[in-house]
């Protein structure tokens, strides 16, 4: 069965600082990969996905992760994270020919991001 | 940008009643799904619905649980005969093939 690791339940990085989330799956094959964050009391926005192709994907709020298959990873980065990026991340997989599909997401139990000023 | 829509966003209700919860898709999307956060947990997949039935659903969506697409824009989730442990986020998401999944921004439902 599909799993997702996320090792770290809480983070905390100064602002201005870099950010690396990680993210570790099991799998039969290489799935379909995305990063949500939620922010308290809302929903999950999508910051990034990979399907195929290169591997360093770039996201929205200048997040970027990197699919690494020889390590079953795909960590998420931020050179520079700013207060509005506290929130909590999630990592999730899905069956390689979905992206959309019958079969929902494996969802990590997410990190807890904390800003220091 | 296209939004999934979630009606109400926040619902409490006793145990044993029903409970409807609504939600509107993205209009060209194909697939739907429910999927549940009990507080301070991770997101866990409930059930996908394509072409007007069922496509996959976990071990999470037992007999209480049942999905309709009563016209052709809504999707609801209803929960016959709630219990306490039914008490989470409820989140409504909606994808077409090759472009991944946009997810409401949830119900929170509180079984009381």
């Known amino acids: 069965a599909q799993s997702v690791t996320q090792p770290d339940i809480h983070i905390t990085v100064s602002e201005g600082a870099s950010l690396e989330l990680r993210c570790n799956y099991s799998y039969g094959a290489t799935p379909y990969l995305f990063w949500y964050v939620q922010s308290p009391g809302q929903g999950l926005q999508l910051l990034l996905k990979y399907f195929s192709g290169d591997t360093l994907v770039q996201g929205i709020k200048g997040f970027e992760a990197e699919f690494k298959r020889s390590q079953s990873s795909f960590n998420l980065r931020k050179p520079s994270v700013h207060w509005s990026d506290a929130a909590e991340y999630f990592c999730a997989v899905g069956p390689p020919y979905s992206g959309g599909g019958a079969d929902g997401l494996t969802f990590g139990k997410g990190t807890h991001l904390i800003i220091q000023p | 940008e296209p939004e999934v829509t979630q009606t109400p966003s926040h619902q409490v209700t006793q145990m044993g009643q029903e409970v409807i919860l609504r939600c509107v898709p993205i209009s060209n999307h194909l697939y739907f799904y429910w999927y549940r956060q009990i507080l301070g947990q991770k997101v866990e997949f409930l059930v996908s619905?394509?072409?007007?039935?069922?496509?996959?659903k976990s071990e999470i969506f037992d007999d209480q649980f049942s999905v309709e697409r009563p016209d052709g824009s809504n999707f609801t989730l209803k929960i016959r005969s709630t219990k306490l442990e039914d008490s989470a986020m409820y989140f409504c998401?909606?994808?077409?093939?090759?472009?991944?999944?946009?997810f409401g921004s949830g119900t929170r439902l509180t079984v009381v």
């Open positions: 619905f394509y072409n007007n039935e069922i496509s996959e």
């Open positions: 998401a909606s994808s077409t093939k090759g472009r991944g999944y946009t």
